[in-house]
């Protein structure tokens, strides 16, 4: 899949599952069950204990995914995450080792910006969409959607703190996509192996992206 292709799906669909577990079985459990009940996408966080072998046993399983890896905090994790075969990089931060990474293989980087200024930097470092994080802790949609006005040209992913009460707020203030973690992917459904539960919220979560981007298209907004 392509540099190309993994931004267009990412848009497409507009959600980013963030999956933060203690175990590289729990992350294989959370991955497939969003997958299959309709965001095949997921980050991987580098916290995750294997997460690599679990990006790789995804990346053979279950090739319509799109496989990330998250907190990618160094070049050397950067490079060890592209030989496994990710489809893009993305840190809290903006982490230059990981774009020079990123660039040097063709393929996405989300890095993490809070401010204007990281926001720009980000930008004019290639970044192929920015995570505004921790979004909710600064003002939440309204903080989005005033980082559009200066920003119109790049593309926002709200993150840190969306929930199913906030996230058509988010797709309103003009975010390309959202980041969701626990609210997606509760730990108590990864602990119980509850794939019913998970495959609930991301229909949910769906329906609350698809309706909101299909208001604010009759609206004559672009989302």
């Known amino acids: 899949m392509t540099r190309d292709q993994v931004r267009a799906r990412i848009c497409g669909i507009g959600i980013v599952p963030a999956i933060r577990v203690t175990s590289a079985g729990d992350a294989l459990f959370a991955a497939e069950s969003v997958s299959r009940g309709g965001i095949p996408i997921v980050e991987l966080t580098m916290t995750v204990p294997g997460a ?6 995804l990346l053979y399983a279950r090739p319509e995914m799109i496989v990330g890896a998250g907190t990618v ?13 990710v489809h893009f990089l993305t840190s809290p931060g903006l982490i230059t080792p990981m774009m020079e990474v990123a660039a040097r293989h063709n393929i996405l980087a989300i890095p993490g910006a809070l401010t204007p200024t990281e ?5 004019h470092a290639g970044a192929d969409f920015v995570k505004v994080f921790p979004c909710s802790a600064v ?4 903080y989005i959607h005033s980082m559009t006005g200066p920003f119109p040209h790049v593309p ?3 993150a840190g703190g969306v929930n199913q009460h906030t996230a058509a707020n988010y797709v309103a203030a003009g975010a390309a996509a959202l980041g969701i973690g626990v609210e997606l992917i509760p730990r108590a459904a990864v602990q119980e192996r509850n794939r019913d539960w998970i495959h609930e919220l991301t229909h949910r979560f769906l329906s609350i992206v698809k309706s909101a981007r299909a208001k604010h298209a009759r609206a004559g907004v672009l989302v």
């Open 73 to 85: 905090l160094d070049a050397g994790t950067a490079e060890r995450c592209v030989d496994a075969g």
């Open 139 to 142: 003002g939440g949609p309204a």
């Open 52 to 57: 690599l072998d679990v990006a790789a046993e």
């Open 119 to 123: 926001i720009c930097a980000a930008h």
């Open 156 to 158: 926002l992913i709200a």
